[in-house]
C-alpha cells in the first residue's frame, strides 16, 4: 500500500507569512493527491484537487504544486481564520484505496 | 445547495453492530461516487470505504474489510454503512463525501459526522 508522509506536523507562522507544507508519497501517485483543511470541531474541506486545482470558492492564497511522490501545499499570506490541520490525500487505483496523511496543525504565532 | 446528512451514531457494546445513514440532496446522488472517513478523538482523518455510483464495486480499508459493508439506495439518495463486530478502535466521528469521480478523484462535499462510540 502507498504510505504518505507530511511535514512537518505543526507549525507557527504569523500573519502575512508565506506557510508551505510538504507530502510525500511512497510511489509515484502521477497528480492523485487532494489537499484538506479541518477547522476544529468541523468537517473537512477540499482546497486542492488533482494536485495544483483551486477549489472553487476557495481563496487564491491557497496553492499546491507537484506529481510523482513529491508535493507541496503553500498559504500565501497566512490569515487567521487559516488556523486548522491540513491534510493531503491520495488515491491508489489498483486496489481502490484512498490515503490520508498524517495532517500539519497551522498555528498563529 | 449539496446537503449531506449522517445519522445513526451512538453508544454500542463491543462486538455489537451499528448502521449508519447519509442523506443526500442537492444533486443528482446516482451520478456521484461515495465515500466513508471517519475520525478518532483528536486523531487524523482514516477512509473507510467507497462505493461507486450503481452501488456494484465497493472497496474498503483493510482494517474494516469483513465487519463493514458499504450500501447505497439511489432512489432514496442515501448512503449506508453497516457496521459489524464493533471494536474500542472503532470509536470515531464518521462522515459521508462525495466524489467526483472520474471528472477527478477527490472528496468535494463532507456531511458534519455523526459519532459512533464502542465501549462497554
Known amino acids: 500500500d502507498i504510505q504518505m508522509t507530511q511535514s512537518p506536523s505543526s507549525l507557527s507562522a504569523s500573519v502575512g507569512d508565506k506557510v508551505t507544507i510538504t507530502c510525500q508519497a511512497s510511489q509515484d501517485i502521477r497528480n492523485y493527491l487532494n489537499w484538506y483543511q479541518q477547522k476544529p470541531g468541523k468537517a473537512p474541506k477540499l482546497l486542492i484537487y488533482a494536485a495544483s486545482n483551486l477549489e472553487t470558492g476557495v481563496p487564491s492564497r491557497f496553492s499546491g504544486r507537484g506529481s510523482g511522490t513529491h508535493f507541496t501545499f503553500t498559504i500565501n499570506s497566512l490569515q487567521p481564520e487559516d488556523i486548522a490541520t491540513y491534510y493531503c490525500?491520495?488515491?491508489?487505483?489498483?486496489?481502490?484505496?484512498?490515503?490520508f496523511g498524517p495532517g500539519t496543525k497551522v498555528n498563529i504565532k | 445547495e449539496v446537503q449531506l446528512v449522517e445519522s445513526g451514531g451512538g453508544l454500542v457494546q463491543p462486538g455489537g453492530s451499528l448502521r449508519l445513514s447519509c442523506a443526500a440532496s442537492?444533486?443528482?446522488?446516482?451520478?456521484?461516487?461515495m465515500h466513508w472517513v471517519r475520525q478518532a478523538p483528536g486523531k487524523g482523518l482514516v477512509w473507510v470505504s467507497r462505493?461507486?455510483?450503481?452501488?456494484?464495486?465497493?472497496s474498503y480499508a483493510d482494517s474494516v474489510k469483513g465487519r463493514f459493508t458499504i450500501s447505497r439506495d439511489n432512489a432514496k439518495n442515501t448512503l449506508y454503512l453497516q457496521m459489524h463486530s464493533l471494536r474500542a478502535e472503532d470509536t470515531a466521528i464518521y462522515y459521508c463525501?462525495?466524489?467526483?469521480?472520474?471528472?477527478?478523484?477527490?472528496?468535494?462535499?463532507w456531511g458534519q459526522g455523526t459519532l459512533v462510540t464502542v465501549s462497554s
Open positions: 490525500q491520495q488515491y491508489d487505483n489498483l486496489p481502490p484505496i484512498f490515503t
Open positions: 463525501a462525495r466524489d467526483r469521480f472520474p471528472v477527478v478523484t477527490d472528496m468535494d462535499n
Open positions: 462505493i461507486n455510483n450503481d452501488g456494484i464495486s465497493p
Open positions: 442537492g444533486f443528482t446522488f446516482s451520478n456521484y461516487w
